[in-house]
């Protein structure tokens, strides 16, 4: 390969990747930091100081460890549950409920606070626990899978031979205990950076407040401070909470790292329950009708009319819902998929790049490129709109800062992460002797770097299109923020909620979860096939 095709093929896209992760990652995170000490008279460590005397962080602190804490073990047990008896066991159903492992994580953990809570009365620590350790359970379950897959059948079948039924299964616990690691860090992270659900949970006279909450309060508050301390305190508070969650994030990384494919000749044996078989499915059920069926049944009956009294819950209400649905917010939910999609394809484009050079080469790349996930959204897009709001690119003519560009940049900033693990996974598992052998064939750089690099990534990149497509048209933190972004469906939806819009708002995200669903399983509608693995 000459200098000039591994440039177009190799160099180039990577550098334009790694400019997009600076200038709408590294950029607003280093602008907020820069922020926080550079005052009207100069330098000052003024708002750190205040920072270090508020005797609420101790607090706080300590509210979101528990709950953090309790939402991963609920987390584990669900999730981590549903892998251990759905992938290679006998239960009735294992091939379908299998890949419903994954289907709360479609759902917005505020919708799932907002089905409970309309069911029955839930409120204070535990239920709070509970709704974010459904939320995140989808983590535990698909790295929990991914090791019970990834483990040779023929080690399995010896440690049974040898040791017997109950040894064989200890031993195959510790064989995964990397993924079930990982996976519960990954809970972890995304539990304590939530605002939203222990928020919306709050009850008067509420005795604890999670760190998240507190920065938000900071954020709401900011506008009537009287000093640089004040002004500057909810980003001062974000910052030592987005470097512990980057800790979080590196030691999930290593552990995933460290626990890759082992060259699986032969999968799991069929591993019976014995008259655990039918009582062992009351777990995937409970864990998938909390995570999905209640949201769901709450949605629907707001549908039908539930929410007002005038008149009974019908068919009939449900039409008008409709209409009504159609009238508000056609346009947003169009928004919605458009921008869902292109923010798909963008991480795409920018993901592969990545994802050859930190699963080859580069490890270190690859927590680089997942860092944006240790920033909860809502700091993100602040970050952001310090950054470029009166920037020199509105200079252009084409208001950039407030069309949907700026909004696909923001989401692909904070969406890309994802996408580039999944892909630099997959690049792990290739064999380099193909990559090797292929260079010595006499083809254009493009035909190249399509067939040796591009075509075996195909399933891994569908994967991450899904994902991140599901992940952008759920996403409410930076369409609070981004301006483009508030005329999409999720964004229009909460304020049909807040003011009381049940009826047709329960239409409209009846019809986002219906696209979240649909899309992932197009191919295996398209081809006949039947989805058989959380992946």
Not at 253 to 263: E, F, M, N, S
Not at 346 to 369: D, I, N, Q, T, Y
Not at 409 to 432: D, E, I, N
Request: aromatic share 8%.
């Amino acid at each position: 390969m000459t200098s000039t095709s591994r440039a177009l093929t190799v160099r180039w896209p990577l550098w334009l990747a790694l400019a997009f992760l600076a200038t709408f990652a590294a950029l607003p995170l280093a602008v907020l930091a820069a922020q926080t000490v550079l005052g009207p008279d100069g330098f000052t460590f003024e708002a750190w100081r205040a920072l270090l005397h508020d005797e609420n962080l101790g607090r706080q602190a300590g509210a979101t460890l528990q709950l953090g804490v309790a939402a991963t073990a609920i987390s584990l047990l669900l999730g981590g549950g549903h892998a251990w008896l759905t992938v290679g066991r006998d239960l009735p159903g294992a091939s379908l409920l299998a890949p419903l492992g994954i289907a709360p994580l479609v759902l917005p953990p505020i919708f799932v606070a907002m089905g409970f809570s309309e069911l029955m009365p839930a409120s204070g620590f535990w239920p709070c626990a509970f709704l974010l350790g459904v939320a995140h359970a989808p983590f535990v379950a698909v790295l929990a899978a991914r090791g019970l897959r990834a483990t040779d059948g023929r080690a399995y079948e010896s440690a049974l031979l040898l040791r017997g039924r109950g040894r064989a299964e200890t031993w195959l616990l510790r064989t995964i205990a990397p993924e079930l690691l990982a996976g519960c860090l990954l809970a972890f992270l995304f539990t304590v950076a939530d605002h939203g659900v222990p928020e919306f949970l709050t009850v008067k006279g509420k005795a604890w407040h999670t760190y998240a909450e507190g920065i938000m309060s900071r954020w709401a508050r900011r506008a009537v401070g009287t000093t640089f301390a004040e002004l500057q305190s909810p980003i001062v508070a974000a910052l030592p909470f987005l470097a512990a969650l980057g800790c979080l994030l590196w030691a999930a990384l290593k552990l995933r790292a460290d626990a890759p494919d082992r060259g699986v000749a032969r999968p799991l044996p069929l591993r019976p329950l014995g008259g655990w078989r039918w009582p062992a499915l009351l777990l995937p059920f409970a864990y998938l009708t909390a995570g999905v069926g209640v949201p769901v049944v709450v949605l629907a009956r707001w549908a039908l009319g539930s929410a007002q009294k005038r008149e009974p819950m019908s068919l009939q209400y449900l039409q008008q819902s409709f209409a009504k649905a159609m009238d508000q917010c056609a346009v947003h939910l169009g928004n919605s998929v458009a921008l869902a999609a292109g923010t798909a394809l963008l991480v795409l484009l920018l993901a592969v790049p990545l994802a050859r050079r930190s699963g080859r080469s580069s490890p270190r790349l690859e927590l680089a490129s997942a860092l944006p996930i240790a920033a909860p959204a809502i700091l993100l897009g602040i970050g952001l709109v310090r950054a470029f709001h009166d920037s020199w690119l509105r200079a252009l003519g084409n208001d950039f800062y407030s069309g949907f560009g700026f909004a696909a940049c923001g989401y692909v900033a904070r969406f890309l992460p994802f996408a580039a693990l999944t892909l630099t996974g997959q690049v792990r598992r290739l064999p380099v002797a193909a990559e090797e052998a292929g260079a010595l064939v006499a083809r254009s750089p493009v035909v190249r770097a399509f067939r040796l690099h591009l075509q075996p990534l195909a399933p891994a990149a569908w994967t991450a299109w899904v994902m991140v497509f599901v992940l952008a048209l759920r996403e409410l933190d930076l369409a609070v923020i981004l301006p483009a972004a508030n005329a999409t469906a999720v964004r229009r939806l909460a304020n049909a909620v807040h003011y009381q819009h049940e009826d047709w708002s329960g239409v409209i995200a009846l019809m986002l979860l219906s696209i979240a669903i649909v899309v992932p399983m197009l191919p295996s509608l398209i081809a006949g096939r039947r989805l058989a693995s959380l992946s």
